[in-house]
């Protein structure tokens, strides 16, 4: 079964600065999808970003940016210019793209917070 | 905009009631799912549900059971509803079986509390 790794419960930034969220897994599979999650205080979950693994050009979304490393299994976000609305719990999410799997399988989170 | 409603935003309950949590999405997707989220566990993937009348388990299902009659509603239900079972329970759907990358579209959570 696929697992998904945040090694950071907790990451602090100063507004405007960059920070970077980690996220592995492991899989035995070549073909599937990664997502990061943003959920505010307010709950709802909000897609942030989407990477297929067969690309090797790393999405970006405005102040979102991801480094994909396939072989190492890496999939983590980097935020730019960092503002207080980034502050959230940021989930990376798993799915196979084979066997017709419907489900993510996500981290367990890192709780980000922003220093004005 | 994809709309996912959760009738409740808090819930209280009592050990042994039957609960129903209910959610309806607007955009005709084949996809609905119900996740549990605990601090420091993530979510974890109780049912989902691929069309109307199916549903399959995920990864804790037990204590729970759902029901899909319609394609814009998808039902938890807690058949005796225990304290371990006090969470936030969110609902999600996508469209297409096979698109892949089709992104999950949360609810607001329902965070239940069972005394």
């Known amino acids: 079964a696929q697992t998904v790794t945040q090694s950071q419960p907790e990451m602090s930034v100063q507004e405007a600065e960059t920070v970077t969220l980690s996220c592995t897994y492991d899989t035995s599979e070549s073909d599937y999808y990664l997502f990061w999650y943003k959920q505010p205080p307010s709950r709802q979950m909000i897609l942030v970003i989407r990477?297929?693994?067969?690309?090797?050009q790393n999405a970006t979304e405005n102040r979102f940016s991801v480094n994909f490393q396939k072989a190492a299994k890496s999939f983590s976000l980097k935020i730019s210019d960092s503002q207080l609305g980034d502050a959230a719990m940021y989930f990376c999410?798993?799915?196979?793209?084979?066997?017709?799997?419907?489900?993510?399988?996500f981290g367990k989170g890192t709780k980000l917070t922003v220093n004005p | 905009d994809v709309k996912v409603t959760q009738s409740s935003r808090y819930l209280v309950k009592r050990t042994g009631e039957k609960v129903f949590l209910e959610c309806v999405q607007d955009?005709?997707?084949?996809?609905m799912f119900w996740y549990r989220q605990d601090p420091g566990l993530g979510l974890r993937l109780i049912y989902f549900s691929y069309d109307v009348k199916m549903k399959e388990k995920g990864d804790i299902p037990e204590g729970y059971s759902v029901s899909r009659e319609k394609k814009e509603r998808f039902s938890l239900i807690l058949e005796s509803a225990s304290t371990n079972q006090t969470s936030m329970y969110l609902c999600?759907?996508?469209?297409?079986?096979?698109?892949?990358?089709?992104?999950?579209?949360f609810g607001n959570g329902t965070r239940l509390t069972v005394t």
């Open positions: 955009m005709d997707h084949e996809n």
């Open positions: 999600a759907s996508s469209s297409g079986r096979l698109l892949y990358n089709s992104p999950l579209h």
């Open positions: 990477q297929e693994a067969y690309k090797q």
């Open positions: 999410a798993y799915r196979s793209a084979t066997g017709g799997s419907e489900k993510l399988v």
